[in-house]
């Protein structure tokens, strides 16, 4: 995004024109664009307004009604924080007592927003000028938020008490914004991290939910969190973050509200103590919090449960069991992976509408449900089917969801 998409907006009359603009529409954005030039608006603030009005309402999700008063850029947006993700991280600065945070990488602010709204006095840094910009009118009314254009390895921590980054973990190029996953060409690359945590200083880390536990310093915590099912980010804490005997943790955070599963030792894969028994009861699927973090053992002795095979996240136990880690399932019956005989199923029991889950095997549910549903007769009745692996053999479970 280059400075036109901005600069017409940061004067009295383009913030004017961009706050009266209502709810955007992508059907009526046309229209919309045309109304304004003849009214003499120019284009270029006319097309800055209607991107602005168009990421505002995409941004919605993330910071709700504040998105209304905040300026973004695409990058940037999908980079984001969620604003009630970023009070949590806010909240261990002032659980620690931290009074001053330099937010290194901040993006558009969101993590910055809540340290501000704590009190926090906070430097935001961030590298690329247009983004920068966007931070600035974001903490506008803070007037303890600072926002420094700026390499995060050049930037003076001298009398900081608190660390937080955010490491840019995409490429943008002009067809979007590509992964990395080499943690050394982050920006500020992961080394840098591990420096600043030797040195001392209270420090968060928002890195990907994929981050290996190998790749997890010895002396952080991890901390997964998911939002509605979908596992948005890993935390690592050092020194005063950190909360102690915790080195692994899973926060669920849905409409139940929120919900943590820790444990004190660092995740070894294969010496997890796993129970593994048949697939009978009920059958439930850990939340991916849970199994990013390695926690599926731990929750399956939690529910008086065992996984139906020690390498698939899949949890049995033989009554229904109320848990905010898992989504269960009543099982009907399980049988070997048939396409021929599972089609002849599906037409037997008149099945029309079929949620097909997998683990463990590669098939594509898509691909599997339009071959059994074909020539079915698309019956009135609706079923579940989880296709997973018990050793060497790959099984079909037809199960019932239980309200959750």
């Not at 903490?139 to 995060?152: D, E, Q």
């Not at 890195?207 to 002396?219: N, Q, S, T, V």
């Given at each position: ?26 059907s ?14 120019c ?28 300026l973004?850029?695409q ?19 002032t ?21 501000a ?78 420096k ?15 981050i290996?536990?190998?790749?997890i ?24 973050l ?16 929120s ?83 599972l089609k ?61």
């Amino acid at each position: 995004m280059s400075t036109d998409a901005i600069s017409p907006l940061l004067t009295s009359a383009g913030w004017e024109l961009l706050s009266s603009l209502d709810t955007y529409s992508e059907s009526a954005s046309l229209k919309l664009n045309e109304t304004l030039r003849k009214a003499g608006h120019c284009p270029e603030l006319v097309a800055a307004a209607l991107t602005q009005s168009r990421l505002r309402a995409k941004a919605e999700e993330k910071f709700g009604e504040f998105a209304a008063h905040m300026l973004f850029t695409q990058a940037g947006l999908e980079q984001a924080t969620r604003l009630n993700i970023a009070a949590l991280h806010a909240q261990r600065f002032t659980n620690a007592s931290i009074t001053s945070v330099a937010d290194l990488g901040c993006g558009l602010g969101a993590d910055s927003l809540a340290m501000a709204g704590l009190d926090i006095a906070v430097t935001a840094v961030e590298m690329d000028e247009i983004t920068a910009a966007c931070a600035t009118v974001n903490l506008m009314p803070f007037p303890h938020a600072l926002v420094v254009c700026a390499k995060a390895e050049d930037v003076d921590l001298e009398g900081i008490q608190g660390v937080w980054l955010d490491p840019a973990r995409r490429t943008t190029s002009t067809s979007g914004t590509t992964r990395l996953f080499d943690p050394e060409a982050f920006s500020p690359p992961f080394s840098f991290v591990e420096k600043l945590a030797d040195a001392g200083l209270a420090m968060g880390v928002k890195m990907g939910p994929g981050i290996p536990h190998e790749a997890i310093p010895d002396a952080a915590e991890a901390q997964w969190i998911s939002v509605n099912g979908d596992v948005v980010e890993a935390g690592l804490y050092f020194n005063a973050l950190a909360r102690p005997g915790i080195r692994r943790a899973a926060l669920v955070i849905g409409r139940h509200g929120s919900s943590e599963l820790t444990s004190a030792v660092p995740y070894v894969p294969y010496a997890q103590d796993v129970q593994t028994g048949p697939v009978f009861g009920y059958l439930y699927e850990p939340d991916g919090a849970v199994i990013r973090a390695g926690l599926v053992a731990d929750l399956a002795r939690i529910m008086g449960g065992h996984l139906i095979d020690e390498h698939i996240a899949y949890i049995c136990t033989d009554h229904p069991v109320e848990t905010p880690f898992a989504r269960g399932y009543k099982v009907q019956e399980a049988r070997p992976l048939n396409v021929k005989a599972l089609k002849a199923w599906v037409k037997a029991n008149r099945i029309g509408v079929l949620d097909i889950k997998k683990r463990g095997i590669s098939i594509t549910p898509e691909e599997l449900r339009r071959q059994l549903l074909t020539g079915s007769g698309k019956g009135p009745n609706k079923a579940t089917l989880i296709l997973t692996r018990i050793g060497e053999d790959r099984v079909a479970v037809v199960v019932e969801p239980l309200d959750s």
